[in-house]
């Protein structure tokens, strides 16, 4: 068929305006697409080049070089979290410990009541810094405990990009300091990779620790990629810990970054790791406390609770919960239980006074640069409830308790003095967690129940929230953060991150309750899951049902039979009112809700196991199946979990050295630190091995003679007695092939040494091993290479799953 000349201007005049209408249409889509939440690509399209090229630049125009802006009037974001704590520890909120920095910011902002986490680090933070619930972020546990269903992979996917990530690309200047325990335990080495870690997550600048706890008295720090050690002050030596100095990193940030870039917004992600066990803190704070909490837990309770309904932080109607019968009443413990209990209290409560007087430093530092009026401040009290982990009457160490050591309270009576200091890895009781998530049910790890996930939160923002000092009753969730933080900084939620499409974000603003104190809440149902322990909330109702295991015990449990409860939230602030009998189909409906939203967001399958759920076979491994290591100078901060299993089974570690005239002094290898570890290092010329087996016992062998100078090779065989895990061992000492001592070790641990403490080679990084030596102790004489072989095991399956359950445990502890 031919087309005429009349049919094709005919053709041509009907598709002219067609065309026309086309690209009209084309941007008015593309104009709402940008405009749109969720509409947005990042990074943005390049722009063509709009000035003109000549043969030299006297014929040519150039174009304008796109800097990325971000929107006029954007303030600073500064989000601080705070670790392992409840709703009736800070004196803002009702609990006896002065918290006068946070008051004052409270006076100056809003309080919210009702604002919510998801019972455990890592999943909360995870779902802070995406806007996605825990599960959708693959963070529905601990990394340690990740398995291959999409929700527990412990792997944050790259569809749920980080607040900082579109921050940054939004001409945000990016930092991070203190706590992140987000990186897959795995990915943690020298050997990377760095995908998940902050400088790839969008963060400019980061200044803490990978993990879930650290040591603030010698925290294994990296800056960026780099291990670097905390420098403490001249002067301040026995008086500066991680919370001075993380406070004084961010501080200097701020001071360079409005000095260089006055204009550009920032964004600080500031989570100290305080107030997380160990809790360590400065003599001169602990003394502030003494005496201060003899009358325990049980009264404590009820004094902060008559706190709470005076501040009116909750409603006059609250009802004060009771004590769970698991938890002993305190009047119940001995004199020596009680002594130990009061003091591990009082170092907790001096490690939250200072934690917010550093914190108050930081603000000040705002103020002094003229920016905390346009700086929308989120000071979030607790990533989860306070932590039950820390055992019935509390511990010394902490890693002892995880390997089922029962301390003698006359040990800890011992050491009573040496709680918070550097020798010391000190965590409370339980009672005193329960205590300091008044008014509620339970605490961390117990999803299912507010002291779990209830927080306290302060929010201020002077150029914007003008009722100082207001209180804030809606219904919110630590997802809803990213989205209040993008819309106050006028900034649209991406659809597109990186080439990656990303999921809709399932946090709303908060914004809104800014201007309208009784404005009903946005978030009108949220689901909770940890461990099995699950909640469904929705418009006032919430229907909870606590799983089987208990924080500070192990095993699993029957789903089946687990007991779902219903609370009225609206009229029973506290969860003291059990009405799932008076209303059976409001209790089904809501569990019948759960699973439609543990479906959609990637909760099931439900597990409650710990160490048995942890398959080696579907995680990377820089360990399993070898025998023999080799390491080099410069090996140093490698991950105990990355380290030569040496535990329970026979080895060997040769040092191949060279000592110069004059002599040599040093560690040559060392692993873990004053909780427990071992140490092989020359001292006053000889060599020496030291077993230190939980603080409790130290066994040590020495070399008979002084090394002469020139090459030498030090061997240390270890001779495990066998017959279980945990057994004792010979030690033997060589120089040379020739036996220079020997010694026995009569118990050893079985599982880790250490939440935080690392393998090093050429020096002790973190805590020393030895009280003969204090760190990094590095070798001065010249170190070539550490050999260590690993003698084939014979330890059965229940042991296995034992050493396992320890290792998951001491991780868990850690968030």
């Known amino acids: 068929m031919h087309t005429t000349s009349l049919q094709k201007q005919q053709l041509g005049a009907l598709l002219g305006p067609l065309f026309i209408i086309f690209i009209l249409l084309a941007l008015s889509l593309d104009i709402a697409w940008a405009k749109a939440p969720g509409g947005t690509v990042l990074p943005p399209p390049e722009l063509p080049f709009k000035g003109k090229i000549g043969q030299t630049y006297k014929d040519s125009k150039p174009d304008k070089i796109p800097v990325i802006k971000a929107p006029a009037g954007a303030p600073n ?150 291990p670097v050690e905390m420098q403490v002050p001249k002067g301040k030596e026995g008086r500066y810990t991680l919370n001075d100095s993380l406070a004084d990193e961010a501080i200097t940030y701020i001071f360079q970054q409005k000095s260089v870039t006055p204009d550009r917004p920032f964004f600080i992600y500031y989570a100290p790791g305080a107030t997380h066990a160990p809790h360590h803190v400065p003599k001169d704070w602990l003394d502030k406390f003494k005496g201060q909490f003899d009358q325990g837990w049980d009264k404590y309770r009820e004094d902060a609770y008559q706190r709470q309904l005076k501040l009116g932080v909750i409603p006059p109607d609250t009802k004060l919960t009771p004590r769970p019968r698991e938890i002993p009443a305190y009047d119940s413990l001995t004199p020596d239980q009680k002594r130990v209990a009061a003091r591990l209290m009082e170092a907790f409560a001096a490690y939250t006074a200072q934690t917010d007087y550093e914190v108050g430093r930081v603000l000040d530092a705002l103020d002094q640069v003229g920016q905390l009026n346009n700086t929308l401040v989120f000071w979030i009290i607790g990533d989860n409830g306070a932590s039950m982990e820390g055992q019935l009457y509390g511990s010394f160490n902490e890693m002892a308790a995880l390997g089922g050591i029962q301390e003698d309270p006359a040990f800890i009576l011992r050491h009573l003095d040496e709680i918070g200091g550097p020798n010391a890895y000190n965590h409370y009781p339980v009672g005193w967690a329960w205590a300091m998530n008044t008014p509620f049910q339970w605490g961390k790890q117990i999803a299912s129940h507010l002291g779990g996930v209830r927080n306290p939160m302060v929010i201020t923002w002077p150029d914007r929230i003008k009722d100082r000092g207001g209180l804030r009753s809606q219904f919110h969730h630590v997802i809803d953060i990213a989205p209040t933080i993008l819309e106050a900084a006028k900034l649209p939620i991406p659809g597109e991150v990186n080439g990656v499409k990303q999921k809709p974000m399932e946090g709303v603003s908060m914004l809104y309750s800014f201007d309208q104190p009784s404005a009903e809440s946005a978030r009108r149902e949220q689901y909770f ?222 599982g880790r040494f250490s939440a935080d403490e690392t393998f090093d080679v050429g020096e002790d990084t973190g805590s020393p091993v030895s009280a003969d030596y204090a760190s990094p102790n590095r070798f001065t004489g010249i170190l070539k290479k550490v050999e260590i072989d690993i003698k084939p095991a014979s330890v059965n399956t229940a042991d296995q799953e034992k050493i396992r359950s320890m290792a998951v445990r001491s991780r868990l502890v850690e968030e």
């Not at 910011?105 to 919510?116: I, K, N």
């Not at 986490?117 to 806007?131: F, V, W």
């Not at 944050?156 to 203190?178: C, D, V, W």
Request: hydrophobic letters at 35%.
């Open 77 to 226: 974001i500064l989000v601080v979290l705070i670790d392992d704590v409840g709703y009736g520890a800070w004196g803002t909120f009702g609990g006896q410990i002065p918290t006068p920095n946070l008051d004052k910011l409270a006076q100056g902002g809003l309080r919210y009541t009702q604002f919510h986490t998801t019972a455990l680090c890592s999943p909360t933070r995870a779902a802070l810094l995406t806007g996605r619930n825990h599960h959708s972020a693959g963070t529905g546990t601990i990394t340690e405990t990740g398995t291959a269903y999409p929700g527990y992979t412990g792997q944050i996917p790259k569809s749920t990009a980080m607040i900082s990530e579109i921050l940054r690309q939004n001409g945000y200047s990016t930092a991070f300091f203190g706590k992140n325990h987000n990186v897959p335990d795995w990915e943690t080495s020298v050997s990377g990779p760095y995908d998940r870690w902050p400088g790839l997550q969008g963060f400019d600048h980061f200044y803490g620790f990978i993990g879930g706890e650290a040591n603030q008295w010698a925290p294994a720090l990296y800056r960026d990629h780099q």
């Open 529 to 750: 899951e940890m461990f099995g322990n699950r909640a469904l909330y929705k418009d006032g109702w919430i229907a909870a049902a606590r799983h089987g295991r208990l924080p500070w015990t192990t095993g699993t449990y029957d789903f089946d039979k687990d007991k779902w409860e219903l609370y009225d939230l609206t009229h029973d602030f506290s969860e003291a009112n059990d009405l799932a009998a008076k209303h059976p189909d409001r209790l089904k409906k809501l569990q019948d809700e759960f699973w439609v939203q543990a479906k959609k967001f990637q909760v099931l399958p439900l597990d409650d196991r710990l160490a048995e759920r942890t398959d080696p076979r579907l995680r990377p491994s820089l360990i399993e199946g070898r025998t023999r290591f080799t390491y080099y100078p410069g090996s140093i901060r490698i991950p105990e979990s990355s380290a030569p299993p040496t535990k329970n089974t026979s080895h060997g570690i040769t040092a191949h050295i060279e000592v110069p005239q004059g002599g040599a002094d040093g560690v040559l290898v060392a692993e873990g630190g004053v909780v427990g570890g071992f140490s092989l290092y020359i001292k006053d010329g000889r060599p020496v091995y030291e077993y230190n087996y939980f603080t409790q016992a130290r066994s040590k062998v020495t070399g008979s003679e002084v090394l002469s100078p020139g090459p030498a090779a030090i061997r240390m065989e270890f001779r495990y007695d066998g017959g279980g895990i945990g057994k004792g061992a010979t030690t033997t000492l060589f120089v040379n092939d020739k036996k220079v001592g020997e010694g026995r070790i009569e118990v050893t641990n079985w």
